[in-house]
């Protein structure tokens, strides 16, 4: 059996939104109990990521941390039409997901007890951005 | 249902070379409209990525940052015999992607407007490189 | 058919752990010969890589590179009361992956020559790392 959604995350700037919350509740309205979530992002300029559920602090420094990494300035980069933060944003996803691959086990999804679902924000306005959920199994 | 093929992409140097569109034809002969698709690219000094597909600047600028990220220098490394550009492939290859998973939606990939598929190509002599794609689904 | 089980890899500090053999090894024993292999680790401070398998001293290069690209310093992170390895292990943790997606083609993995599984452990403490290996075919 495959189903499929599409979940909409608002962002509001640079940082991570957590989102496993929507994806267990969709998962718990599905008949089925074991297989693979694939949760994969329509986008560019923004990423997915696992990280620690525990400390938001985490979500915070890895942010700060991209920044440093990729700083956001336009001399060295071609593409620079859209805003400083546009190139940077396209870098920083090549250096993380555009998919994440997690197990369903028993019905759950066989994350570990500190790992939580995030969109990494890598552009400074709002966006909506679109994750397709999508379950196989039986 | 389970279908595979080996794609081959022909690399001449450093940079991003597009397959989406040899992914979508093979796709477009097989009987599966619902499943996901598997990418894996069956090399180490190369990888996948998604990237946005309208301005090539943006693969431009890409391939330039990882050449700052990871400056190509045989001082620092241990793994200098296959030449300079080898072990930079290695980890450049370690901070993208062996693999991309994207559903099947209605017979076609799950992409957002902008998003192609492309291998990164880390070394600087021409090579082909091998994708398996792998479709499950129904 | 979709079977999975636990992995647990020991870790003594930083540094890649091979554990292809023992994917191998389970997958040996099932009945499925055509699928897709997720392995998904459950923690948030290591991280799963595909590497050469061929010379240990990529992955000990692999491992120095990223004490550079992340330096293990508390000043710059506010995530700091786990210890100076802690947020860096978060950040090389996003930079690489949480979960492979492996194709098997006639039974075994469709793995390149040169390619290996590794758990890349970024604390320096010994851990007990687990990963999560689901078979999803026919």
């Not at 962002?11 to 599905?30: D, S």
């Not at 700083?71 to 396209?90: C, L, N, V």
């Not at 555009?98 to 990494?120: D, E, H, M």
Request: hydrophobic share 35%.
């Amino acid at each position: 059996m495959i189903v499929h959604t599409t979940l909409t995350v608002s962002t509001r700037g640079k940082g991570l939104y957590p989102f496993t919350r929507q994806v267990e509740a969709w998962i718990g309205k599905q008949q089925i109990r074991e297989g693979l979530l694939t949760a994969f992002l329509q986008h560019t300029s923004c990423s997915l990521v696992i990280q620690e559920n525990a400390d938001p602090d985490v979500t915070l420094d890895l942010r700060d941390f991209f920044e440093r990494l990729v700083p956001e300035e336009t001399k060295g980069y071609r593409h620079t039409t859209e805003g400083a933060d546009d190139m940077t944003s396209h870098i920083r996803a090549a250096l993380t997901q555009s998919s994440l691959s997690i197990p369903l086990v028993a019905g759950r999804l066989a994350l570990g007890t500190w790992q939580g679902l995030y969109v990494f924000e890598h552009r400074s306005h709002p966006h909506q951005r679109n994750i397709l959920l999508q379950l196989i199994g039986e």
